[in-house]
């Protein structure tokens, strides 16, 4: 203890002694990490030497999908996830193989606030549609991931008994990144899963911001799922969401609830009235259900085959895909533009100078927007 008493701060309260009494006792600084390796505070996490799996090649990537080989889907899948651009280029390829064998499974997207019970649902409805003979993926775009580091839809165990089912998959959100990175990669996972043989997806996000409006650009069919009595601003429920919707889902109709639950459907139902419905030659509609009991599980599966019959006969629904492709090229255009602008040596030595000179008023950000793309052209004065 003899370092420990080098370490007693400048001021100490007048009774303290020379240890005992003394409550907050000031250590020597850490020299080994909180878990016992050796170095700081900023070491490199040590790695045990990996078993490095041989890398597939595309046609093992291409042809493992196609025979719903889940290892090899699963690897799939994280290619598509990683960053390197080696990965990124082997992804494409292996994207543009698998997809003619796409694009025929309906893809439903679910929002709602963290609680209203959409792993429950999902887990439910899944279940019934694997005995069904459905083979279904689930997907979530988690934008707490890309924020916090943290993810509110991966953080516990969800939907225990549906991951042990053989016709289902679920892949939890990919980290990291802006939400657009995020979306980029559960659209091309979307893909690999339809390749792989999944027929339904659905694509799961906590309803928050920006998250919705992108699930929504990816699906045919969105959800909103609800809980009785919550309050409507804790439910973040905006007209603005209720437009994006083809279908409001109640949840928890069981036990004393079930009164409750049965009202705030019929308000909605009222309310969706005078709304603009998100989909041409769709009514949005109200369901109650419960995930716990299974009551309305039927009905709600019921009311997305009849939305796509609906969508499918009208020449929505092909539309809407044809539409969602071109939005996301311009959208992918658009990052990559904006990457490519940020990253240029120009642009990055001289934008604190000239946001400098915004902030203390001597440029108008018109000219301060021109003079970054004359050097990003290379040719400002
Ligand atoms: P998520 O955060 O939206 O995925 O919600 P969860 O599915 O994790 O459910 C949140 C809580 O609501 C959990 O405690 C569930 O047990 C409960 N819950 C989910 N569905 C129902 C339901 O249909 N009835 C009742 N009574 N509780 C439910």
Same mark, same amino acid.
């Given at each position: 203890?003899?370092?420990?008493?080098?370490?007693?701060?400048?001021?100490?309260?007048?009774?303290?002694?020379?240890?005992? %009494?003394?409550?907050?006792?000031?250590?020597?600084?850490?020299?080994?990490?909180?878990? !016992?390796?050796?170095?700081?505070?900023?070491?490199?996490?040590?790695?045990?030497?990996?078993?490095?799996?041989?890398? +597939? =090649?595309?046609?093992?990537?291409?042809? %493992?999908?196609?025979?719903?080989? #889940?290892?090899?889907?699963?690897?799939?899948?994280?290619?598509?996830?990683?960053?390197?651009? #080696?990965?990124?280029?082997?992804?494409?390829?292996?994207?543009?193989?698998?997809?003619?064998?796409?694009?025929?499974?309906?893809?439903?997207?679910?929002?709602?606030?963290?609680?209203?019970?959409?792993? =429950?649902?999902?887990?439910?409805?899944?279940?019934?549609? &694997?005995?069904?003979?459905?083979?279904?993926?689930?997907?979530?775009?988690?934008? =707490?991931?890309?924020?916090?580091?943290? =993810?509110?839809? !991966?953080?516990?165990?969800?939907?225990?008994?549906?991951?042990?089912?053989?016709?289902?998959?679920?892949?939890?959100?990919?980290? !990291?990144?802006?939400? %657009?990175?995020?979306?980029?990669?559960?659209?091309?996972?979307?893909?690999? &899963?339809?390749?792989?043989?999944?027929?339904?997806?659905?694509?799961?996000?906590?309803?928050?911001? *920006?998250?919705?409006?992108?699930? #929504?650009?990816?699906?045919?069919?969105?959800?909103?799922? *609800?809980?009785?009595?919550?309050?409507?601003?804790?439910?973040?429920?905006?007209?603005?969401?209720?437009?994006? &919707?083809?279908?409001?889902?109640?949840?928890?109709?069981?036990?004393?609830?079930?009164?409750?639950?049965?009202?705030?459907?019929?308000?909605?139902?009222?309310? +969706?009235?005078?709304?603009?419905?998100?989909?041409? !030659?769709?009514?949005?509609?109200?369901?109650? &259900?419960?995930?716990?009991?299974?009551?309305?599980?039927?009905?709600?599966?019921?009311?997305? $085959?009849? /939305?796509?019959?609906?969508?499918?006969?009208?020449?929505?629904?092909?539309? #809407?895909?044809? *539409? *969602?492709?071109?939005?996301?090229?311009?959208?992918?255009?658009? $990052?990559?533009?904006?990457?490519?602008?940020?990253?240029?040596?120009?642009?990055?030595?001289?934008?604190?100078?000239?946001?400098?000179?915004?902030?203390?008023?001597?440029?108008?950000?018109?000219?301060?927007?021109?003079?970054? /793309?004359?050097?990003?052209?290379?040719?400002?004065?």
């Amino acid at each position: 203890m003899k370092e420990d008493k080098l370490n007693r701060p400048e001021w100490v309260p007048e009774q303290a002694g020379e240890s005992e %009494g003394f409550t907050t006792n000031v250590m020597s600084g850490i020299k080994s990490r909180h878990d !016992g390796m050796p170095g700081g505070h900023s070491a490199t996490v040590l790695h045990r030497p990996a078993t490095r799996r041989p890398e +597939l =090649s595309i046609d093992e990537y291409v042809d %493992g999908v196609l025979s719903g080989n #889940r290892a090899v889907l699963a690897r799939a899948i994280t290619l598509v996830e990683s960053n390197a651009d #080696r990965h990124q280029d082997l992804a494409q390829e292996m994207l543009t193989r698998l997809l003619p064998y796409a694009g025929s499974a309906i893809r439903v997207g679910i929002t709602g606030v963290p609680g209203a019970g959409k792993s =429950s649902i999902i887990e439910t409805l899944g279940l019934k549609l &694997c005995d069904m003979g459905h083979r279904l993926a689930v997907l979530a775009v988690d934008p =707490s991931s890309s924020v916090t580091g943290g =993810s509110v839809l !991966g953080d516990k165990t969800r939907m225990e008994m549906l991951s042990r089912n053989k016709s289902a998959f679920i892949r939890p959100s990919p980290s !990291g990144g802006v939400l %657009g990175g995020v979306a980029r990669k559960s659209r091309e996972t979307m893909i690999v &899963c339809e390749a792989a043989g999944f027929d339904v997806i659905i694509v799961e996000t906590v309803g928050v911001g *920006q998250s919705e409006i992108t699930v #929504r650009s990816m699906v045919d069919m969105f959800l909103l799922l *609800q809980i009785a009595g919550a309050g409507d601003e804790l439910q973040g429920i905006k007209k603005g969401v209720m437009e994006r &919707c083809d279908l409001i889902v109640v949840n928890k109709a069981d036990g004393d609830n079930l009164l409750r639950a049965n009202a705030a459907r019929a308000d909605y139902e009222r309310i +969706l009235h005078y709304l603009q419905p998100s989909t041409e !030659g769709w009514v949005t509609k109200a369901l109650a &259900c419960s995930a716990y009991t299974g009551d309305g599980i039927d009905e709600l599966w019921a009311t997305i $085959e009849d /939305f796509r019959k609906n969508a499918t006969a009208s020449g929505v629904f092909n539309r #809407r895909r044809q *539409q *969602q492709n071109l939005d996301w090229v311009h959208n992918l255009v658009n $990052e990559y533009m904006r990457r490519t602008f940020y990253s240029n040596p120009n642009v990055r030595i001289n934008l604190p100078i000239l946001q400098n000179l915004v902030t203390s008023g001597k440029l108008s950000p018109t000219a301060a927007a021109k003079q970054l /793309f004359s050097y990003y052209e290379g040719h400002a004065e």
